[in-house]
């Protein structure tokens, strides 16, 4: 008898819920890295972006050829995930050009 791990843990099988955990999950890092508000410089944030790039694409892979109301809940989840990635670059980005603007 094998056991069998259920499709969440499986990155063969899609996962709509996988794919929304690891990029809110990774907002989540991205912000305590962060120390938001009090944003300061690191390259840590690029872990998180690489996270959240990923989960995205597992959402990606749940969309149907036909239209329907999952292929509609799947777009809004894209474009949850398309906000949340921006939020994220941004706290990666926005502290170094403070830093380099502030430096002169």
Not at 52 to 74: E, I, P, S
């Amino acid at each position: 008898m094998q056991a069998t791990l259920p499709d969440i843990f499986n990155p063969r099988h899609r996962s709509l819920l996988r794919g929304n955990l690891l990029v809110w999950g990774s907002l989540i890092v991205a912000l305590l890295l962060s120390r938001f508000p009090h944003t300061r410089p690191t390259l840590l944030q690029i872990f998180p972006t690489v996270i959240a790039l990923a989960g995205t694409a597992d959402t990606v892979r749940c969309m149907q050829k036909r239209w329907n109301f999952y292929h509609a809940g799947v777009l809004l989840c894209l474009y949850v995930d398309l906000l949340a990635i921006c939020l994220i670059l941004f706290l990666l980005i926005y502290p170094y050009t403070h830093f380099l603007s502030t430096s002169n």
